[in-house]
């Protein structure tokens, strides 16, 4: 358990699995008290970016976790100015209402996405975090799966990977069978996933696979809430 004193931190929450990670490896470490998700959603459509995940899924792991979901409405479409007002504005109230005084995220290696979290965070009190930077990612992925990490792909970048995958679980199967030129944790924007089950969570979300469609070059497989107990609803 963290101590009194320690640091207080949001977690960037994608609803994927770097962030669930990220929340895994902080609560191991027990130096930072997290105390709370912070996520981006589309005002239009009601889900997560790029994700596409629905806001009563993200709900759903907020719940499992134990921590509060802060919501951050985007509208759409949405500019860069926009975005970062909407999130100045969410750590701002965070910092006051929560104490945070850092905020983690889930970065593996894009050293650009690094410098702009970075660049974003001066001047505000707070202190980004990234707990996962540098790990290998074949090594890493293989880590989330063992240790019980379900995922599901709900987004595939058709570019640069088959859109059979949208959907798939991201389990060993899949790690084995992707190509060796997709970053297996999919941090250059191959994939994109919602984490289902895990040692984060006290249960799993049980999700259903919707309707896969095919927007802009990205195919987005939707997850329904599901009944399934360990919440794959099978590859």
């Known amino acids: 358990m963290p101590s009194d004193g320690c640091p207080r931190a949001l977690i960037a929450w994608s609803s994927g ?8 490896v902080l609560r191991q470490g027990g130096e930072v008290d997290v105390v709370g998700l912070l996520t981006t959603f589309n005002e239009a459509f009601d889900r997560v970016a790029m994700h596409a995940v629905r806001r009563g899924l993200v709900e759903a792991q907020a719940r499992a976790t134990g921590l ?11 500019s860069n100015a926009a975005y970062e007002e909407a999130m100045s504005r969410a750590l701002a109230s965070a910092r006051l209402q929560l104490k945070i005084t850092h905020v983690a995220f889930g970065d593996l290696f ?23 930077w540098g790990r290998p990612t074949r090594a890493l992925a293989r880590e989330m799966v063992s240790a019980g990490l379900k995922a599901r792909l709900t987004c ?4 640069q990977l088959s859109p059979s995958y949208a959907g798939c679980m991201f389990d060993e199967a899949l790690l084995d069978e992707l190509p060796d030129e997709v970053d297996p944790c999919g941090e250059r924007g191959e994939f994109h996933t919602f984490t289902c089950a895990g040692p984060m969570f006290a249960h799993p979300i049980p999700v259903s696979l919707g309707e896969v469609v095919t927007r802009d070059g990205f195919v987005f497989a939707d997850l329904l809430p599901g009944t399934d107990n360990d919440g794959t609803g099978g590859r």
Request: glycine share 4%; net charge neutral.
């Open 110 to 132: 894009l050293e650009d996405v690094r410098q702009y979290r970075e660049s974003r965070m001066q001047g505000t009190g707070l202190t980004p975090l990234f707990p996962l």
């Open 156 to 159: 595939v970048d058709s570019k």
């Open 17 to 24: 699995k770097d962030s669930a990670w990220t929340l895994q």
């Open 68 to 78: 509060p979901l802060i919501n951050v409405p985007l509208p759409w479409p949405c």
